[in-house]
């Protein structure tokens, strides 16, 4: 079996209502999917990382432009093989953000690629599933106005306690005494109930801001403080992690078994959180659980981008071991974005959900997913 050929499909949608997180406003949903092409073998798909501000065609370049011509002629199953020549033959240029995030998207096509032609999921080709479903935890709280939002933020975390989630994740990161008012208001919306607590500044801040939060933060028994300062202050990580109690994540803009390997050896986060579509695909999250469970650090990977993430991110967590074990041990745990995405309600003729307060992965061939044509021809825009 050869690859013939790779395409990007860029998709993007405006926004009814643009939303905030602490680096901007999002006024569009976008995402960049590959396609792999054989022989006459089975077709693959992936997804390369578009935050939220990132043009998606960044990484449609970098496919189109470094990596398919790389790997078109060579054999789809040689998986580790093609993802150690796409990085080193773009090492000088990429290593991090957009080049890596398209190295991701083919990597999770090469996956779903060799899964469909051994007729089994990706987490079988890992190795075999741990679990067969997986408690989510809500992503939302999202602002619509900036600050001062702190009654309709409570509301919201009745709204996802009521559809049934157990974890939610509280966005703050826009000024150390809104989101303290925000704290104070959901945390008050929660008491008494078992609701699990992390929150995410996207590094919004500087040690000084990040620890004043951090400190209030103790108060609450939270799972984890995400992303308190920025990616590359890595001792700053490391700082907060000795003075708070609250344990420290970080990763989704870290990438490859590189940058996670020296976040580890530093000592800088308590849990890892590599983005699939961002990190480097299966196959860097894949070697960057390997170095967490070495180091006993917790992997519990980002999810973000359409519904062929969402699905490639819940193969992995199938095969993901716990990091410690026990008879009750602490599962890893599915980030659902609450907030409305056309890309992951009709993309796939299947979409995500949340049933008894869990969500089912798939255990279909490859990914588990069935695209849905119209829907990829609706929002395409090259
Ligand atoms: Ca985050």
């Known amino acids: 079996m050869k690859i013939t050929a790779i395409r990007t499909h860029i998709l993007k949608s405006p926004l009814a209502q643009p939303f905030a997180f602490s680096q901007g406003w999002v006024p569009t949903r976008s995402a960049t999917l590959v396609e792999i092409i054989t022989d006459g073998g089975p077709v693959g798909w992936g997804e390369a990382f578009a935050q939220g501000m990132e043009a998606p065609e960044i990484a449609a370049a970098a496919i189109e432009h470094a990596l398919a011509p790389l790997l078109v002629g060579q054999d789809p199953l040689d998986i580790e093989v093609l993802w150690h020549r796409m990085y080193h033959r773009t090492r000088d240029f990429g290593r991090k953000g957009s080049v890596i995030a398209a190295i991701s998207g083919i990597d999770i096509a090469l996956w779903d690629l060799a899964g469909k032609h051994y007729g089994v999921p ?187 993430a969402q699905a490639a991110s819940l193969q992995v967590l199938a095969a993901l071991p716990v990091t410690h074990h026990s008879l009750f041990a602490r599962e890893p745990i599915l980030e659902y974005d609450r907030s409305s995405h056309p890309f992951r309600r009709e993309l796939v003729t299947e979409p995500m959900s949340l049933t008894d307060g869990v969500v089912r992965i798939p255990d279909g061939p490859g990914l588990g997913i069935e695209l849905v044509p119209e829907a990829l021809e609706r929002y395409r825009v090259n």
Not at 242 to 258: F, Q
């Open 122 to 308: 990706i987490s079988r080709l890992l190795g075999g599933a741990f679990r067969s479903t997986v408690q989510p935890y809500a992503t939302g709280f999202y602002r619509v106005e900036g600050q001062g939002e702190a009654k309709r933020l409570a509301e919201e975390a009745q709204q996802h306690y009521d559809a049934g989630f157990r974890a939610m994740k509280i966005k703050l990161g826009f000024g150390v005494d809104d989101d303290i008012a925000v704290m104070r208001a959901i945390g008050r919306a929660v008491e008494g109930k078992d609701v699990t607590l992390m929150v995410d500044s996207n590094h919004a801040y500087g040690r000084v801001e990040a620890l004043r939060l951090g400190y209030v933060l103790d108060e609450y028994d939270m799972r984890w403080y995400e992303e308190p300062v920025a990616p590359e202050d890595i001792d700053g990580y490391a700082e907060l992690r000795s003075k708070l109690r609250t344990p420290i994540a970080g990763g989704e803009n870290e990438h490859t078994l590189y940058g996670f390997g020296e976040l580890m050896r530093r000592r800088a986060i308590d849990i890892a959180q590599p983005d699939i579509g961002s990190c480097g695909g299966v196959t860097a999250l894949r070697h960057i659980a390997v170095l967490g469970q070495a180091q006993g650090i917790e992997i519990n990977p980002h999810v973000w981008g359409s519904a062929v």
